[in-house]
């Protein structure tokens, strides 16, 4: 059974950091690219950013880049995002999710697990 579990997300004030970690199990982490989603209330879940399975590429979602990291431990079997500069437009449930090849391009296709989500809240 997979399972990906995010943590770190919390209250933060604008201009601060945070470094969210997505633990994953159940089948072989370093395998497969992941990535990181945000839905904010009333809106669609968009993408942030997602890494290859080898960590070797990132791609980032505009509103981000720059600002935010995505990096991958294969050893540890850890996905993170770490977010610098945060503005409270960031603030949203995060998720983390695994891809079923090696690489996807940026979006939301063949994602085949999620995790439940950390709430990240940026006050202004």
């Known amino acids: 059974q997979v399972q990906l579990i995010e943590s770190g997300g919390g209250l933060v004030q604008a201009g601060g950091s945070l470094r969210l970690s997505c633990a994953a199990s159940?089948?072989?982490?370093?395998?497969?690219?992941m990535g990181w989603f945000r839905q904010a209330p009333g809106k669609e879940r968009e993408f942030v950013a997602v890494i290859a399975a080898s960590g070797s590429n990132t791609r980032y979602a505009d509103s981000v880049e720059g600002r935010f990291t995505i990096s991958r431990d294969n050893a540890k079997n850890t996905l993170y995002l770490q977010m610098n500069s945060l503005k409270p437009e960031d603030t949203s449930v995060y998720y983390c999710?695994?891809?079923?090849?090696?690489?996807?391009?940026?979006?939301?296709?063949?994602?085949?697990?999620w995790g439940q989500g950390t709430q990240v809240t940026v006050s202004s």
């Open positions: 999710a695994s891809a079923s090849t090696p690489w996807v391009p940026p979006g939301e296709g063949l994602y085949v697990y």
């Open positions: 159940g089948r072989t982490f370093s395998n497969y690219a």
